[in-house]
């Protein structure tokens, strides 16, 4: 009985600490994260002059409207951080058709929320009447991503070329990695496994060496700053990859699956295409969800190899670099970049569960 107690109290205190390392992992990797999206919705007000900062960005932002003492107006906006109104705006504001318009552009842009002019009016007329005027505005969640793409030109057009280098990427090393992959499951040559493990020495070289050298090659070819010859310089690291994931997933289908095909009047090509192909999909798609990520993600060979037409890592990277940078607005920027990656992985999720279960035939 005694030894049953200390079995048990052992088990429960392995399955206790296993269950914090893993949340503690998860928190680690998920806080992050989260607190990036959540500062991409945060207004310049709640960048810039609330702290502690909030975990969660305001849906609404309450605002007040008094008069400054000489028959002007004043705003003043609600700091959580302090439990206390704040200035916000010009010091002083008069019914001039020019303040009333600027104010009204400034509570755009600084506090992500639209006031029009005629009830920046209507306010000023219920501040007449009780002195002071209290009122909120819902707030626009998404303006930092809007902001982004309008203050950093190019950016949409960087997005297209980004998934264009992708879609390329992806097919250029899928194809040749699957069919490399391919040849080192099914056939027996003399220096088989140096020439496989031969391939990932091109992983081992930094991106920079690789990168430099190809700017005179890639210009020669007429394809520098071009998304394809982008894609090339990507493919190289990823190709060797490949091999190695589709040569397992090749060596896990029975060969003798290809053989019954053909006693049955398929060709080799037939049986490949018709029985190995789709066997090998959840590996396939394995390679291309690598190549995706790898390549949309990647910065330093994009910003050596390109200048007119950036990828959108770049637009993020220089967004980051730049002297007037805006810590909100490079996290909309950084979440927009990781959006794709993210739609792209769950769109191939069941390819990729399945090769984690196995093969099964």
């Known amino acids: 009985m005694t030894n049953n107690l200390r079995r048990n109290a052992g088990r429960t205190m392995r399955m206790t600490t296993i269950y914090i390392l893993v949340s503690g992992v998860a928190m680690i990797i998920i806080f992050p994260m989260f607190f990036l999206f959540s500062f991409s919705l945060m207004s310049d007000y709640e960048t810039y002059s609330e702290w502690p900062k909030p975990l969660l960005p305001r849906t609404s932002v309450d605002y007040r409207m008094d008069h400054s003492g000489n028959g002007n107006f004043r705003l003043s906006i609600w700091n959580v951080s302090e439990n206390d109104w704040m200035p916000f705006g010009p010091e002083e504001l008069n019914r001039n058709p020019d303040e009333i318009k600027k104010l009204s552009r400034f509570l755009n842009n600084y506090g992500n929320t639209q006031f029009s002019e005629e009830e920046i009016l209507t306010a000023m007329k219920l501040t007449d009447q009780d002195g002071f005027y209290e009122f909120a505005l819902r707030k626009s969640l998404i303006h930092n991503y809007r902001r982004f793409f309008k203050l ?179 996290a909309a920027g950084s979440i927009a970049q990781a959006l794709p990656a993210i739609i792209f992985t769950l769109f191939i999720r069941k390819y990729i569960l399945q090769m984690w279960g196995g093969v099964k035939v």
């Open 152 to 330: 950093y030109s190019g950016a949409a057009r960087s997005v297209l070329q980004s998934l264009y280098t992708a879609g390329m990427t992806i097919f250029i090393s899928v194809s040749i990695g699957g069919m490399a992959g391919y040849a080192f499951a099914r056939y027996v040559f003399k220096g088989k496994n140096i020439l496989k493990l031969s391939v990932l020495f091109v992983r081992m070289f930094p991106p920079v060496a690789i990168a430099i050298p190809m700017v005179v090659i890639l210009g020669k070819m007429g394809m520098y700053d071009k998304p394809v010859g982008l894609s090339l310089i990507y493919s190289i690291n990823q190709i060797s990859m490949n091999i190695w994931i589709t040569a397992s997933i090749f060596m896990g289908i029975p060969e003798s699956l290809e053989e019954a095909a053909q006693v049955f009047g398929t060709s080799k090509t037939g049986a490949f295409f018709r029985v190995t192909m789709p066997l090998a999909v959840p590996g396939l798609a394995a390679c291309a969800m690598y190549s995706f990520i790898y390549s949309w993600n990647e910065v330093i060979n994009a910003v050596i190899l390109t200048q007119f037409n950036p990828t959108f890592p770049v637009v993020v990277y220089k967004s980051l670099l730049g002297a007037n940078a805006q810590v909100h607005l490079i």
